[in-house]
């Protein structure tokens, strides 16, 4: 069901032949829509737009939805929906399990890639960004009836385990006794070592080989490594409340044993050429190729996501991929895309889509570090929002703050504004939505029956009934576009559109039909409302 304006839109297209660029009107007299397409059409047709307008008016049948069209000005069409009608639409939603959430036309199976962390490394903020919103991302997809395959890309493979391991060995760590806290330290510790120590740093390459020819106990202690990461990261995703779980984990490693094949396949369908030792592909608009084997022999970053790709149409059987990473790794995800395209590995049918994201900044303005000056970690950034509000209400904060502004955008992590109840944020929204609970409390469970809505004469609550109408699509527009910002400004104006009818619109006062209809807002703002952040991967308490 497409939504109200969508539909007007349509119909006023059918008859003038442009898109009538709806606005909401400025003011309730001008009821609830204007478009201006008479005075456009007035240019093409050297015609008067008020007579325009009126041929329009004429023509245009918009008679089951809206009340009698009007011309206003100079030729102005105004638009008023039938009161009947939006009452009717509510009503829908009340019955409607999925709160207007509309199934996808043609189901896909979406591969997201996110979150991504990296063994024996805290997760920072930008892991905290690609958690949430590829947990959005999964939620809104996952809500539109696609099949989403979340695959957690973890960084548990590279040179990086042979100072790890060596380490490990000379200082007689139990790596499984560490947590991951602790096996960052270690991290921080082998890095040091390996820098000023020459005769470390060999035997740490040394190890390297061993680990990629299978070293029995190297390989032990590898694979320790990664089980105590994962436990870390596993407390990380059940603090922030996402849906990842161990069996997205698909790491690096995971495709080890495909970089030769994918090394050969390139090279003998000639799009791979050998260059200066190292195997290349050189792609037209980038100033480097893109390296696929080093000229020592060892494949990197780019290689596997190639080797990913190619699992994730062949195997996994993706119409649609989405990377969700920083915005620094765009132009390594648009060549990798590019190569995937020449090698077949990405099929024009398939559709690839690196959703970059900005940073997270301190209250100076610059990337936020925590106080002793290291990159902030994500139990940190968790730890400072629950100084501010109770754990249901610091994720609102944090979630919010991280989906509301445009993914590109950096955003300054301020929990004690973000936490505010007033305002443009999360526990503003969870705030909104509790006071429809706690009217519904009052009213008897008999009085809510799923066809309550019938009478909507005040503009306030006709214009809550509108927005509410236009759920479906806004989340439609965000399983295509990928752009939370937009949900959240919805949801924003569905929480001040409740709290203007609140204010002028007695429910529990008031009597009869009006009494129920009203209540059958109330109940409907409160399912977008709870629907809408769960979307986001807010929680919303009843109670607050
Ligand atoms: N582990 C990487 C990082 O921490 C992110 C990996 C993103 N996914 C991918 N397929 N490359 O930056």
Not at 114 to 143: E, W
Request: glycine share 8%; net charge negative; hydrophobic share 40%.
């Amino acid at each position: 069901m497409s939504s109200l304006p969508t539909e007007i839109s349509a119909r006023i297209e059918a008859v003038a032949g442009i898109d009538p660029e709806l606005r909401p009107a400025t003011k309730p007299q001008f009821g609830h829509y204007q478009c201006n397409v008479a005075m456009r059409l007035a240019k093409s047709e050297g015609a008067p737009p008020r007579q325009i307008a009126e041929r329009l008016v004429n023509d245009i049948d918009l008679a089951d939805l809206c009340e009698p069209l009007e011309i206003a000005g100079p030729g102005f069409i105004n638009i008023r929906i039938r009161a009947d009608v939006l009452a009717a639409r509510t009503t829908e939603i009340l019955a409607d399990p999925r709160d207007g959430v509309v199934p996808a036309e043609a189901p896909q199976r979406v591969v997201i890639d996110y979150s991504a962390p990296n063994v024996a490394k805290q997760m920072h903020v930008g892991h905290l960004r690609s958690t949430i919103i590829g947990d959005c991302f999964n939620r809104v997809l996952s809500a539109t009836e696609n099949t989403v395959i979340a695959q957690n890309h973890i960084g548990d493979w590279g040179t990086q385990f042979g100072m790890l391991v060596e380490e490990i060995l000379e200082a007689e760590v139990d790596v499984l006794e560490l947590d991951l806290a602790g096996a960052d330290a270690l991290y921080k510790q082998a890095s040091a070592h390996f820098k000023s120590d020459e005769e470390f740093a060999t035997r740490a390459r040394a190890r390297v080989v061993k680990l990629q020819a299978g070293d029995e106990e190297t390989t032990r202690i590898w694979k320790q490594l990664i089980e105590v990461s994962r436990g870390g990261f596993a407390e990380g995703y059940r603090r922030l409340d996402v849906l990842l779980t161990e069996d997205d984990l698909a790491g690096e490693s995971t495709y080890n044993d495909d970089l030769p094949v994918v090394a050969r396949e390139l090279e003998e369908s000639g799009v791979a050429v050998i260059d200066d030792g190292a195997l290349c592909v050189f792609v037209d608009g980038f100033e480097a190729p893109l390296i696929v084997r080093k000229s020592g022999g060892g494949f990197g970053y780019a290689a596997t996501d190639l080797a990913a790709i190619r699992h994730r149409v062949r195997n996994l059987g993706a119409d649609r991929i989405i990377y969700v990473t920083d915005l620094r790794q765009a132009g390594h995800f648009r060549q990798v895309f590019a190569v995937a395209r020449m090698a077949g590995y990405l099929p024009e049918g398939v559709r690839a889509e690196h959703v970059g994201f900005g940073m997270v900044l301190g209250p100076d303005g610059k990337p936020f570090k925590t106080r002793d000056g290291s990159a902030a970690s994500l139990a940190s950034l968790l730890d400072a929002a629950e100084e501010e509000a109770a754990p249901e209400i610091a994720l609102a904060a944090i979630k919010y703050a991280d989906l509301s502004t445009g993914l590109q955008k950096d955003y300054v992590f301020d929990p004690e504004r973000m936490a505010q109840t007033t305002g443009n944020t999360g526990p503003y929204l969870q705030y909104a939505h509790a006071r429809c609970c706690q009217v519904l409390r009052k009213a008897a469970a008999e009085e809510l029956s799923s066809d309550t809505v019938t009478v909507l004469t005040e503009p306030a609550e006709q214009q809550l009934a509108l927005l509410l109408t236009r759920f479906g699509e806004v989340v439609a527009e965000l399983a295509e576009n990928l752009q939370p910002h937009k949900l959240c400004t919805y949801l924003y104006e569905v929480s001040e559109a409740y709290s203007v009818f609140y204010e002028h619109c007695p429910v529990l006062k008031s009597e009869g039909q009006v009494r129920t209809s009203r209540l059958g807002l109330c109940l409907a703002t409160k399912q977008v409302l709870a629907r809408g952040l769960s979307l986001l991967g807010i929680p919303a308490p009843e109670r607050m």
